[in-house]
């Protein structure tokens, strides 16, 4: 089974903090995205990435950006939290043409 | 851009009886994946059933199925013998077949209650 692991359940920052929330897959994908959930929204593609050092902006890439050093691992970064980053983030993988693989979300506080 | 619609923001079954969820879709491509997932409390998005837009017969999962109407872009999920883990937001997903189709379109999700 693919496995799609996040570093953190649960954060809580300050605003104005840097934030990195980790994503690690452990299937090979080439293909890697960070969602963010809110309630009535639905999800929300703030970036993806379909190699390594390769990304490309989603629908609400403001505020965030990503880092695809190694395969496996894809990070997001809040330069600067704001609270109107709070939220429920998820990370997923996929090979090509086969359905996402999500880790298990963090949610984020930023107070 | 597709776009990917779920009509019913919440649905509820007696435990035991048939639900079917709603999704209709947009797009001008042929060829196609689509998606159920399930978000239980526990957050975990689980990969209930797809369907591959090129093959006519509907989807199967144990006690989920889909109805897939091509012509009239429907994709509807089918939940039999509903159990009280059942119970979750249920999200329609559309997937390009094309070999630059890396994004996902997402319906907004129905909240499915299990009533006991």
Redesign the interface.
Known sequence: DVKVTQSSRYLVKRTGEKVFLECVQDMDHENMFWYRQDPGLGLRLIYFSYDVKMKEKGDIPEGYSVSREKKERFSLILESASTNQTSMYLCASTPPRGPLHFGNGTRLTVT | AQTVTQSQPEMSVQEAETVTLSCTYDTSESDY?L?W?KQPP??????VI?QEAYKQQNATENRFSVNFQKAAKSFSLKISDSQLGDAAMY?C?Y?S?L?T????Y????TSLTVIP
């Open positions: 994946y998606f997932y526990s957050r975990q998005m689980i990969l797809r999200f997903a997937r077949a070999n189709g890396n994004q996902f997402f319906g907004t999700g």
